[in-house]
Every structure is written in structure tokens, then in C-alpha cells.
């Protein structure tokens, strides 16, 4: 089992910065794919990002390239979403989720474990 601690989130001013962390732990062994999704409320969540461990490759949504950057430590099990020039429209609730599935890597479906979320709102 995963367990998915995220941290980070907070309220900022718009044009500000933070960087979300997601502290991965347990039977991470099988993990394809590890994403950042946001939800605004009533909505379904969005991905925003993905990345593979132990690789570089990444996946954003595309009007998000450029503010927005994932990366992994794999040392301390952690991938972080960089958020810059934020923006009102980036306030949502943001979660990170583990899949040991292959497929679309922004469809919530492929993935089995999440996060309890973090608040992050822009003003």
C-alpha cells in the first residue's frame, strides 16, 4: 500500500510562487506513473502534471507548460510541482496520486492511490 502526503499548498498572491510537495512512502515497488491533479469545486479533477519515476519523462497539460514544472528527489521518495506566475484560476485543491497502471497519464481513472490534497488559493 501508498501512502501520499502532500504539502505546501497555501494562499499567495497572483504572479507569487509555490512549490507543492507529495511525500511518497510504503510499497511504492510497480509505481509507472505519479501525477498532480487539481479540483475546483463541484468539477472533476484536472491532471496537470506527471511524471515517471526513475526516468525523465514528464506530461503537463498544455496551457500549463512554462508556469508549471514537476520533478522527483528520488532519494527522499518526493515529487514536487512548481508553481509560478500563479494566477486566480490556478485556486483549487491539488492532490498528487501513484498508478501501477499504463495509460492516459491525466485521466484520475489510472490512478489507485491519492493524496488527501492541498488548498491552494491565489488572490
Known amino acids: 500500500h501508498v501512502q501520499l502526503v502532500e504539502s505546501g499548498g497555501g494562499s499567495v498572491q497572483a504572479g507569487g510562487s509555490l512549490t507543492l510537495s507529495c511525500e511518497v512512502s510504503?510499497?511504492?515497488?510497480?509505481?509507472?506513473?505519479i501525477g498532480w491533479f487539481r479540483q475546483y469545486p463541484g468539477k472533476e479533477r484536472e491532471g496537470v502534471a506527471a511524471v515517471i519515476p526513475d526516468s525523465p519523462i514528464t506530461h503537463y497539460i498544455e496551457y500549463l507548460k512554462g508556469r508549471f514544472t514537476i520533478s522527483q528527489d528520488n532519494a527522499e521518495n518526493t515529487v514536487y510541482l512548481q508553481m509560478n506566475n500563479l494566477e486566480s484560476k490556478d485556486t483549487a485543491m491539488y492532490y498528487c496520486?501513484?498508478?501501477?497502471?499504463?495509460?492516459?497519464?491525466?485521466?484520475?481513472?489510472?490512478?489507485?492511490?491519492w493524496g488527501q490534497g492541498t488548498q491552494v488559493t491565489v488572490s
Open positions: 510504503g510499497t511504492i515497488d510497480g509505481t509507472n506513473c
Open positions: 496520486a501513484t498508478s501501477v497502471r499504463w495509460g492516459p497519464w491525466n485521466s484520475p481513472d489510472l490512478y489507485n492511490n
